[in-house]
């Protein structure tokens, strides 16, 4: 089993920052992509960011050049560093992480339990 733990989450006003902070524990052998999602109300769940384990990162074109995306693979950690944010920012924030087990080295997609972030305007 693997658990992914998010931090971070918070209130700010527009213009703001807030960083996102997941890790990921439990039987891991590696992992491949880790990322961020949100969910606004009344809306799908959409990407935010996914940064591969050799350092590739993809991101949403709302976000692309607001949002940073990194991840610290000795730690199963990943990040999302959020500036200039918008009230349109606003949702609940999920990681997502594509581990392969310790047990059978099999493949598995987790979530986390996801944070909330609101930006005021």
């Known amino acids: 089993q693997v658990q992914l733990v998010e931090s971070g989450g918070g209130l700010v006003q527009a213009g703001g920052s807030l960083r996102l902070s997941c890790a990921a524990s439990?039987?891991?052998?590696?992992?491949?992509?880790m990322g961020w999602y949100r969910q606004a109300p009344g809306k799908q769940r959409e990407l935010v960011a996914t940064?591969?384990?050799?350092?590739?990162?993809n991101y949403a074109d709302s976000v692309k050049g607001r949002f940073t995306i990194s991840r610290d693979n000795a730690k199963n950690t990943v990040y999302l560093q959020m500036n200039s944010l918008k009230p349109e920012d606003t949702a609940v924030y999920y990681c997502?992480?594509?581990?392969?087990?310790?047990?059978?080295?099999?493949?598995?997609?987790?979530w986390g339990q996801g944070t909330q972030v609101t930006v005021s305007s």
């Open positions: 940064i591969h384990s050799a350092g590739s990162t």
């Open positions: 997502n992480a594509y581990v392969k087990m310790t047990v059978g080295l099999t493949w598995y997609n987790y």
């Open positions: 439990g039987s891991i052998f590696s992992i491949n992509v």
